[in-house]
């Protein structure tokens, strides 16, 4: 009877891969010359662990893990492969179960119950820690699983018809991921496809190292973008405080110049302004004032000038005369006084007489 060695669920989720850990320690060349004895410190610890911190012993029993885990998932995958072909088998006998052949059927069939028993014999006993004392799974037991089993001539039929079903679906399975990686092989008769086929996963393993390849090249360049980018914002960092520093320096040294440059700047300006507001009035008096009018004005200027300058004349022979009037003491003013009274009258007398004359006449 076909026995099912895959896992109950029948789930394909991929096993991690182990991956080297990045180096703990990366010390540059200053800090090996800053610390000597934290070089020699190095230097004794790489006698017993590696670059990457485990030591001799158990780096030995990572690798026996990491093979046997490999030989583990080898032997997982097998039979996860077959059991996803057996399901495909069936899920196709299931979609054309009306134009399967009786003897195609009676195939199918007896392979689909064969499955059935295998996965419901695994599920009761799932693992190898069972103990015999632990009660069956609703009191069944493997031999009633086994009772429902097929003839054991359908199972041998089964049996020999299995093989070659797997080995057509496989066939076309690796010729489709043939002709993904390889589209001028589509071409290709059957025999040279099969032959390539073989050279399938040599071709795979080899493009998965050049994946992982790339794939530690990302990571180391995006180990160094990060040290690049923590330098850089360092560096910038820095770059800043000195401009900073520079700013205020440089801001309070030419403050004192800056003031003294806008202030001559205002008066300049200033000057600026008056001369035109000159220049404007300047313009308003050519503007109303004519040669003409110019001469004649100069003219009136002139006589004025000849009149007042009489008149000071006059007026500084009347500031004699009174000085030497002064000096005659008060009588002199009471002559004057006397002078000024007459003065009014006569002044008077005229007006009266004048008044006098209009009224007769």
Not at 150 to 155: K, L, Y
Not at 242 to 254: A, C, G, I, V
Not at 272 to 293: D, K, P, V
Not at 331 to 339: A, N, R, T
Request: aromatic share 6%; with cysteine.
């Amino acid at each position: 009877m076909f026995a099912y060695s895959g896992f109950g669920d029948g789930n394909s989720s991929e096993l991690p891969e182990h991956k080297e850990p990045s180096c703990l320690c990366q010390p540059s060349e200053d800090d090996l010359s800053q610390h000597p004895g934290f070089a020699d410190l190095l230097l004794r610890l790489r006698q017993h662990v590696d670059e990457t911190g485990l030591s001799t012993s158990l780096r030995k029993e990572l690798e026996q893990a990491d093979r046997e885990l490999k030989l583990q998932r080898v032997g997982w995958l097998r039979s996860e492969l077959l059991h996803r072909l057996i399901q495909e088998l069936l899920q196709e006998y299931h979609a054309q179960k009306w134009e399967t052949p009786p003897e195609d059927a009676t195939f199918y069939e007896t392979l689909e119950q064969c499955l059935l028993v295998a996965e419901c014999t695994k599920s009761l006993d799932p693992s190898k820690t069972t103990t015999q004392d632990a009660p069956p799974l609703l009191g069944l037991e493997i031999q009633h699983l086994m009772s429902l089993a097929p003839e054991s001539e359908s199972i041998r039929q089964m049996k020999e018809q299995l093989p070659g079903e797997l080995e057509q679906r496989l066939k076309r399975k690796c010729f489709s991921v043939l002709s993904y990686y390889k589209p001028e092989c589509e071409a290709d008769s059957r025999e040279l496809k099969t032959a390539k086929s073989c050279q399938l996963a040599e071709l795979l393993e080899e493009e998965n190292r050049r994946l992982q390849a790339e794939r530690e090249g990302i990571r180391a360049q995006a180990r160094l973008l990060q040290e690049q980018r923590v330098i850089y914002l360092a560096i910038l960092t820095r770059c800043l405080g000195l401009l900073q520093r520079l700013l205020m320096d440089f801001r309070l040294k030419t403050q004192s110049d800056l003031d003294r440059k806008t202030v001559e700047y205002l008066e300049v300006k200033c000057n600026t302004i008056l001369l035109q507001i000159r220049t404007g009035e300047l313009e308003i008096l050519l503007e109303t004032y004519t040669a003409e009018r110019v001469s004649a004005h100069r003219t009136i200027r002139a006589t004025l000038e000849e009149k007042i300058q009489k008149e000071e004349q006059a007026m500084a022979t009347s500031r004699r005369l009174l000085h030497s009037y002064e000096v005659l003491g008060a009588e002199f003013e009471s002559l004057v006084q006397e002078y000024t009274h007459l003065k009014e009258e006569i002044v008077n007398k005229k007006w009266a007489l004048h008044e006098f004359t209009k009224s007769n006449q």
